[in-house]
Nanobody, 124 residues
Framework: QVQLVESGGGLVQAGGSLRLSCAVS????????MGWFRQAPGQERDFVTL????????YYADPVKGRFTISRDNAKNTVYLQMNSLKPEDTAVYYC?????????????????WGQGTQVTVSS
């Protein structure tokens, strides 16, 4: 059974940084597109970024371009989200997600596996 466990969330002041981690167990990590999504209270779950299993493709939502970086360590079955220059509007629960596909997707409904989420709060 595939399981995703996020960690690294917390409270940070605007302009600060956080690094989220998502550890994947149950096999198949190397063949997964790994995505990060976020959901603020009363809002839909929005795409943040993804990393294609092929090692070359990364995509970012416009609000986080230039500030967030996704990376993956296939040896550790872990994907990371480095978040710099955080803003109060980045406050949300952040989820990692996985899907075994060759076509990366920015739609939450296309992902098969999800973590429990980790809260990120950015104070002004």
């Amino acid at each position: 059974q595939v399981q995703l466990v996020e960690s690294g969330g917390g409270l940070v002041q605007a302009g600060g940084s956080l690094r989220l981690s998502c550890a994947v167990s149950g096999g198949g990590f190397r063949s997964y597109v790994m995505g990060w999504f976020r959901q603020a209270p009363g809002q839909e779950r929005d795409f943040v970024t993804l990393s294609h299993w092929s090692g070359g493709g990364t995509y970012y939502a416009d609000p986080v371009k230039g500030r967030f970086t996704i990376s993956r360590d296939n040896a550790k079955n872990t994907v990371y989200l480095q978040m710099n220059s955080l803003k109060p509007e980045d406050t949300a629960v952040y989820y990692c997600a996985a899907v075994a596909t060759i076509r990366p997707s920015q739609r939450a409904r296309d992902y098969d596996y999800w973590g429990q989420g980790t809260q990120v709060t950015v104070s002004s």
